[in-house]
Structure formats: C-alpha cells, structure tokens
C-alpha cells in the first residue's frame, strides 16, 4: 500500500502543458485569448459558434438541459483540453460551456485551410486529438453509468489526479474547484449519495477529505477500488 505524507493542500497554480501536444509554434496572439469569469457562459446551447477553443488555464464545465429543464453535467474541462469542436461540423453549439474559475481560452481555426502551412499538421493533428479525447470521455460515461457509486467516485479522483500531474501541478494534494452538486450530476450521483461515497473513501484510509480539499492517501488502493469487478464492488459498499 502507497501511503502519502501529509502536507499543506497547495493552492493551484498557473499550469503549463506537457511538451507540444496543444500548442502551435507561433505565439499566442491576444486577440486570439478570451478571459471568462467564474459562472460566465463560453458558449450556450443553440448559439452560433465559430470555432473551437484551447483551454489555456481554469476550469470550465459543459452541460446541457434536458426536456423537464434538469440539468446534466457532461464533463470538466482542463487546461490543454479543446472545446467546442462542433464548430468543426456545425455553425451552433450542442451544449453551453461555463467557467468553474476565472478562465483563459484561446480561439483555434475552424477551417485547417485558415492555418499557416508550415502550422497545418501540427493544427490538424490537435484536432484530431480533441475529438479522440471526446470520445474517449463518451466511453468512459457509459462505463461508469452501471458502476457502483464508490467505483465511480475513485475512478474519477484518479482521473482528475492524472488530470493534475500532466499540468505540472501536485497530482495527490488538489482543491475540487467545482461546487459538489456538479460533480454529483456529473457522476449519475445524488449530492447527499456522493457526500457518504466520500466519508466511505476516507474511511478506507484511501482518501483525505476537508470539504473541497482533497488528498489522496492510498492511490494503490484507490485504483483497485476503482478497478474491481462490479460485484466486489457493490459487495464492498453494501458493508460501508
């Protein structure tokens, strides 16, 4: 069993992106860069969208409502994350996107005949990185729609824990800097039903928790909860 020690919950930091996967050669322009503040739209469902964006720093949230006005949290976004790539394919957004934080994203071309030359393949493989990423995140949400709660819970902390360590930042000691609630909907989940989740994990020793501050005391054991067949798994936590 890994044990971490135990230190003072780092608040985060400015993050970079690991090598070149998500930049281009040229500088960022800064008529390219959007600031969006905490709880401020990117984009809303149904309004015109123009091109994707690069997340450069903050978090951000997607969602949409469905047919009774309830909302549904599809994911977090990240820096070094695309978003809204339906603007490859579409002239309207299919969902609406809003900062967790205050957020930094840059525009990135629609149109791969709108990039430089010498950019073109490093631009179009982004894209094509964003969309396996979207898919890839698509998977991941239908797996984990017939996972116990438990399962889910650490198999996302591990997550947004790799989440941390590619953007250079303390990936066992972190602030959830989205409200519970959305991470709740986000995991199929009842507030009150992932706040026990979470007294369950640090009573396992696996996890330490300080209402949004976490640190994660046995990743080993986390990644076998996360990783048990479903039938250990609702076995275990009909004990807890």
């Not at 949290?73 to 205050?102: C, K, N, R, Y």
């Not at 525009?107 to 179009?124: I, N």
């Not at 941390?164 to 991470?183: A, I, N, V």
């Not at 501050?213 to 048990?228: N, P, S, V």
Request: glycine share 6%; proline share 5%.
């Amino acid at each position: 069993m890994t044990i971490y020690p135990k230190s003072r919950i780092h608040g985060q930091s400015e993050p970079h992106f690991p090598g070149d996967r998500h930049r281009l050669r040229r500088p960022i322009d800064r008529s390219d860069t959007r600031l969006v503040r905490r709880d401020q739209h990117l984009l809303q469902a149904g309004a015109p969208i123009a091109h994707p964006w690069l997340v450069v720093a903050g978090m951000l949230k997607s969602y949409r409502l469905d047919a009774d006005g309830e909302e549904q949290v599809l994911d977090f976004h990240v820096p070094g994350d695309i978003i809204g790539l339906e603007a490859v394919v579409q002239a309207t957004a299919d969902h609406s996107i809003i900062a967790l934080d205050t957020c930094n994203v840059r525009a990135l071309p629609a149109d791969v005949s709108a990039v430089d030359a010498t950019e073109a393949e490093s631009y179009t493989q982004m894209i094509i990185d964003g969309m396996y990423q979207e898919i890839l995140r698509l998977t991941r949400r239908l797996n984990m729609s017939v996972e116990p709660t438990d399962q889910r819970l650490a198999g996302w902390l591990l997550e947004f824990s790799e989440a941390q360590r590619r953007r250079g930042l303390k990936p066992y000691e972190f602030r959830l800097p989205m409200r519970r609630r959305d991470l709740a909907l986000y995991l199929g989940l009842a507030t009150e039903t992932l706040s026990r989740a979470f007294t369950r994990l640090r009573n396992r020793g696996l996890v330490a928790v300080n209402n949004y501050e976490i640190r994660i005391l046995d990743a080993e054991g986390l990644g076998a909860l996360a990783g048990k067949d479903r039938e250990a798994a609702h076995a275990d936590q009909a004990k807890g």
